[in-house]
């Protein structure tokens, strides 16, 4: 069983940093992609900023940030710790919001390969931004 748990949710005043993290556990397993997704009160969960095709891509990993957030929201991933991070920088409280980590996973290791590719996510962090 693999398990995503994220970290580093808070209250910050406008204009202020904070940095998610999001650490995996468990074996056997190989990432291909993870993300950072985020609900905001009343709305449905959306995209954030994400890292596909680490396994299945040729480059090693594609990264894609949200519109509303580029330019303030940077994601990266520790390879060998198998986490990725959120850094985010001047937040406002259009920012607010819970912020889940989630992640395409190969598990069930063969000889030759893996035997399914499934979706896991995280509990969710709060970041709270006041005006």
């Known amino acids: 069983q693999v398990q995503l748990v994220e970290s580093g949710g808070g209250a910050v005043e406008a204009g202020g940093s904070l940095r998610l993290a999001c650490a995996t556990s468990g074996s056997d397993f190989g990432i291909n992609g993870m993300d950072w997704y985020r609900e905001l009160p009343g709305k449905s969960r959306e995209l954030v900023a994400g890292?596909?095709?680490?396994?299945?891509?040729?480059?090693?990993?594609?990264?894609n940030i949200a519109e509303s957030v580029k330019g303030r929201f940077t994601i990266s991933r520790d390879a060998a710790k198998n986490a990725v991070y959120l850094q985010m920088t001047d937040l406002g409280p259009s920012d607010t919001a819970v912020y889940y980590c989630?992640?395409?996973?190969?598990?069930?290791?063969?000889?030759?390969?893996?035997?399914?590719?499934?979706?896991?996510w995280g509990q969710g962090t709060q970041v709270t931004v006041s005006s």
């Open positions: 890292i596909s095709g680490i396994m299945t891509g040729g480059t090693g990993g594609n990264t």
């Open positions: 989630h992640a395409e996973i190969f598990t069930g290791r063969t000889p030759t390969g893996w035997d399914r590719l499934s979706d896991y």
